[in-house]
């Protein structure tokens, strides 16, 4: 199912917990990186890390099980959304 970026913090975005879903974004590393297993993905292009959206429903969290090409731009992937796991 493809969600928008409107739909984080919805119903509609809840009811797809534990499913696959695709949403389009802009892939966001600290330090910059052309592949990575861990980044931010984002509705829009960041100039750099300062610029990253503040409010937790314009951010998703990836973790890849290898690293992901993030030289291309933007980026649509299918990931299976969780709920956010507490740090140890």
């Known amino acids: 199912m ?13 009811r797809q ?12 590393t600290f330090p910059p990186s052309k592949a990575a297993g861990y980044f931010l993905l984002t509705p829009s292009m960041s100039c750099c890390v300062g610029c990253l959206p503040r409010h937790p429903l314009t ?3 990836v973790f890849a099980d290898s690293d992901i090409d993030l030289t291309g731009g933007t980026l649509r992937s299918e990931i299976v959304p969780g709920k956010p796991h507490p740090s140890p």
């Open 17 to 28: 917990d534990g499913r696959t879903i695709e949403v389009a974004g802009w892939p966001v």
């Open 2 to 14: 493809r969600l928008s970026w409107h739909d984080l913090g919805t119903q509609r975005a809840d």
């Open 59 to 61: 951010t998703i969290e």
